[in-house]
């Protein structure tokens, strides 16, 4: 057999193995205010307000082309046929196995649901966009952005590469990537925390206790620090704003760069350009701002 007869035998099975796909579509009768968990080996997860008292999901089930996977448009009809969704009462259950029905298969979701539902979304690859649920939830991706607007307070988000984005969160929040830059905008008082590997990390209207940490990239802060604030970022600049008739102790520290205030505030210990511990508007809970190589502000 010459080079030129097996560069064709091999290429033959590929032009074959075609993607196939396919599409489920599955209506659940729930009350107002069901639990609803979401999980997808590979795939995007959108999730959205609907009737009260139904959950509506839609699949776009994917199979990538391999010609060593030459069954892919069998199980991709299985999959369609039987979804991997299961209802007990008012809880509605979208699973994930690892088994050889959805290897090198991604499902796509779309999903509407009451505002009041009890909502977890996990997804191994792909984005997470929710808008609108009222109550905590939780939603993370191994790799992908997650971006959520007009949710529930002690709402949890977590990806392993990828931007967060989240507006109008009614209440606490804590929110964490690997890599990725975080936007988070609060609604109601509540403790935060924000964490990120590389990225940078804007935080609005704070009002509670503050955790914002980033091995690198800048941190910009807004809000009442009424309780603890801790803002730290192995290098990057840190700018915080508070209203005019904010009082807390600051203690600011940076290995390489200014620090600067438009506060008056009551020096503590000596005078260090790297270094400012005081109190404004005759002190209150403690802000920390540490950076090792940057600016810090406080405004």
Known sequence: ???????????LPTTTALAA?????????????????IASGSGY????????NQVHIIGHVHANPNWLNSDSDARVKQIVASPP?????????VSHTDSDLFHNISIDYDVTTPRATTLKARTGSGDVEI??????ITASSGSGSIHTDNIGGNSRLETGSGRIQATNVHGAA???TGSG??????AAPGDVKAQTGSGSIHINGVSGELRAGAGSGSIEVEGNPTSEWRAETGSGSIHIQTPPNAHFDLNAETGSGSITTDRPIVMQGSMNKHHVTGSVNGGGPTVRASTGSGSISIH
Not at 85 to 93: D, H, K
Request: hydrophobic content about 40%.
């Open 85 to 93: 969704i299961e209802q007990s009462g008012n809880t509605i259950t």
């Open 45 to 52: 997860i959108h999730v959205y307000p609907g009737s009260d």
């Open 174 to 176: 804590s929110v964490e």
């Open 131 to 136: 808008g609108g649920i009222e109550t905590a």
């Open 21 to 37: 796909d396919g599409t489920f579509d599955k209506t659940f009768a729930v009350n107002a205010a069901p639990s609803v968990s």
């Open 181 to 186: 830059s975080i936007e988070l905008s609060l």
């Open 1 to 11: 057999m010459n080079l030129r007869t097996l560069l064709v035998l091999l290429a």
